[in-house]
């Protein structure tokens, strides 16, 4: 059974940082890219970050360039997301997923999903 659990959600002030992880299990992920969304309120899941297999590659929504870092530790199966300069805009439930091949925006092209962390910037 794939599990994707993700860690590291909490409340920050404006301008404070957060890390998040995301530990695989149940299955081999060689050759998956990994993602990151995000859901606020009454919005529709968006695209945060994404990164390749090998590392070489990744990716980040506009709103986020700059402030946030994707990486990965293959030999651990986990994910991480760095989230620097937090806003209240940047809000929202978290989410990993994982798909076969390339990194994508599109949400319908991962397999697998997990649970969700909530991460909330507010003074």
């Known amino acids: 059974q794939v599990q994707l659990v993700e860690s590291g959600g909490g409340l920050v002030q404006p301008g404070g940082s957060l890390r998040l992880s995301c530990a695989a299990s149940?299955?081999?992920?060689?050759?998956?890219?990994m993602g990151w969304f995000r859901q606020a309120p009454g919005k529709e899941r968006e695209f945060v970050a994404g990164?390749?297999?090998?590392?070489?590659?990744?990716y980040y929504g506009d709103s986020v360039k700059g402030r946030f870092t994707i990486s990965r530790d293959n030999a651990k199966n986990t994910v991480y997301l760095q989230m620097n300069r937090l806003q209240p805009e940047d809000t929202a439930v978290y989410y990993c997923?994982?798909?076969?091949?390339?990194?994508?925006?599109?949400?319908?092209?991962?397999?697998?999903w997990g649970q969700g962390t909530q991460v909330t910037a507010s003074s």
């Open positions: 997923a994982a798909r076969s091949g390339g990194v994508s925006s599109r949400t319908y092209e991962y397999d697998y």
């Open positions: 149940g299955r081999t992920f060689t050759g998956y890219s």
């Open positions: 990164i390749n297999w090998s590392t070489r590659y990744t």
